[in-house]
């Protein structure tokens, strides 16, 4: 089983900047990808950014230049800057990771979810 707990969100006005962290720990025997998503009222749960090992950042369309995401291997640990807020950027986020938590000859992956983390973007 993995944890990931989730830190940063609150409450900042238009323009303003937050960062998020999330930490995992648990059974983990590599981590294959940890990014973050976010759920507004009425949309379905979207991909924000996401790191993947030996792979370059993605981000949303809506998000690129404003947020960047970076990760700790060391620390299990997923940060994401976010700059130029926007009321758009309101939601609830929730960290995601993709984990094998043993060895294998024949590694599998499950998906963990944090609780999520509210931001709220005042105009």
């Known amino acids: 089983q993995v944890h990931l707990v989730e830190s940063g969100g609150g409450l900042v006005q238009a323009g303003g900047s937050l960062s998020l962290s999330c930490a995992a720990s648990g059974t983990i025997f590599i981590i294959n990808a940890m990014g973050w998503y976010r759920h507004a009222p009425g949309n379905q749960r979207d991909l924000v950014a996401q790191t993947r090992v030996g792979g370059r950042p993605n981000y949303a369309d809506s998000v690129k230049g404003r947020f960047t995401i970076s990760r700790d291997n060391a620390k299990n640990t997923v940060y994401l800057q976010m700059n130029s807020l926007k009321p758009e950027d309101t939601a609830i986020y929730y960290c995601?990771?993709?984990?094998?938590?043993?060895?294998?000859?024949?590694?599998?992956?499950?998906?963990?979810w944090g609780q999520g983390t509210q931001v709220t973007v005042s105009s």
């Open positions: 995601n990771a993709d984990v094998i938590n043993r060895y294998s000859d024949f590694p599998t992956s499950y998906e963990y």
